[in-house]
């Protein structure tokens, strides 16, 4: 069974600072993996997605994720960290046959200023 | 949000009424989900829908019902049956459905069952 696990409730970070978002997945064979970022009571924006090829993903807002095929890991990057960065981030999974997307559970992110 | 809207944002039932929720698209998608959003529980699938005229439950339908007459449109009715309603609502849409599709979000609708 797919499964997605995002180790840590909530992340924070001091503006100016990097970050990283963990997200760690399970699937059979290749995966699809999915960056989102949800405001309060907002949907969720599409960041980034990794389908195949440079494990290193560039997305929107200045953030990267880096896909670890031996870690199944797919962790969030930014070289330096914004208060208006202050969402909460999902991580989501699919596998090549299927039509859902798994998520996890999500990562609070607060940058101080 | 851009081109997926829901309505209302806001909804308050009464226990033992059925309410319904809905969602239109003006992407041009085939594909529209459903899914459920409690506090620490992230996403989690009520129906999706690949095209028109059908739909396949998720991982927690019960209670739940759907219809998809129109590409555009894929409205969620909450029934009685549904025993914890309370809960943030979205939809979602994408080209296809599956693979290396992206699903776009809808802004939500969040149901308090009074």
């Known amino acids: 069974a797919q499964s997605v696990a995002q180790p840590e409730d909530q992340v924070n970070v001091a503006e100016g600072n990097p970050l990283t978002v963990k997200c760690t997945y399970s699937?059979?064979?290749?995966?699809?993996l999915f960056w989102y970022v949800q405001y309060p009571n907002r949907g969720l924006q599409f960041l980034l997605k990794?389908?195949?090829?440079?494990?290193l993903v560039k997305g929107s807002y200045g953030f990267e994720a880096e896909f670890n095929k031996s870690q199944t890991s797919f962790h969030l990057k930014k070289p330096s960290a914004l208060v208006s960065d202050s969402a909460l981030y999902f991580c989501?999974?699919?596998?090549?046959?299927?039509?859902?997307?798994?998520f996890g559970k999500g990562t609070t992110l607060s940058v101080s200023s | 949000d851009g081109g997926i809207t829901q309505s209302p944002k806001y909804l308050f039932r009464k226990e033992g009424q059925n309410v319904t929720l809905s969602c239109e698209q003006n992407?041009?998608?085939?594909?529209m989900y459903w899914y459920r959003q409690d506090p620490g529980q992230g996403l989690r699938l009520i129906y999706y829908?690949?095209?028109?005229?059908?739909?396949q439950k998720g991982d927690i339908a019960e209670g739940y019902s759907v219809s998809r007459e129109k590409k555009e449109s894929f409205p969620l009715t909450v029934t009685s049956a549904q025993k914890n309603p309370t809960a943030f609502y979205l939809c979602?849409?994408?080209?296809?459905?599956?693979?290396?599709?992206?699903?776009?979000f809808g802004p939500g609708t969040r149901l308090t069952v009074l």
């Open positions: 979602a849409s994408s080209t296809a459905g599956g693979g290396a599709d992206t699903q776009y």
């Open positions: 992407l041009n998608h085939d594909a």
């Open positions: 990794y389908i195949t090829g440079d494990n």
């Open positions: 989501a999974v699919r596998d090549q046959a299927g039509t859902a997307l798994i």
């Open positions: 829908s690949q095209i028109v005229n059908d739909f």
């Open positions: 699937v059979s064979g290749n995966p699809y």
